[in-house]
């Protein structure tokens, strides 16, 4: 089955940046709705951002608008997250998700695929 792998996670100073990864392990495969989604301790886990590639869309959600941006590389078959000015409001587990059903992308039970997750800590 098509695994989703998450890499780039990290601690971080606050003000600083990072960059996640989500590589899709079966080359063969290429989602048009992919996504990133993240679970802060005691939190229910909220959708960041999200890309339909097909349509060349991309959505956020407003606490992270302006500062993260969604991509993707089709010849790598990866899925980035450019984080700036973080906050330690974003320390979370961050996770990458493909393969939507229809409905409001920030729904995680729309979502089919999900990566295991990377932390990120910003303090």
């Known amino acids: 089955d098509v695994q989703l792998v998450e890499s780039g996670g990290g601690s971080v100073q606050v003000g600083g940046s990072l960059r996640l990864s989500c590589a899709v392990s079966d080359n063969t495969v290429r989602f048009n709705n992919m996504a990133w989604f993240r679970q802060a301790p005691g939190k229910e886990r909220e959708g960041v951002a999200h890309i339909y590639f097909l349509a060349g869309a991309t959505h956020y959600v407003d606490s992270v608008k302006g500062r993260f941006t969604i991509s993707q590389d089709t010849t790598e078959n990866t899925l980035y997250l450019q984080m700036n000015s973080l906050s330690p409001e974003d320390t979370a587990i961050y996770y990458c998700?493909?393969?939507?059903?229809?409905?409001?992308?920030?729904?995680?039970?729309?979502?089919?695929?999900w990566g295991r997750g990377t932390q990120v800590t910003v303090s």
């Open positions: 998700a493909a393969e939507k059903a229809w409905g409001e992308w920030s729904l995680p039970n729309l979502w089919k695929y």
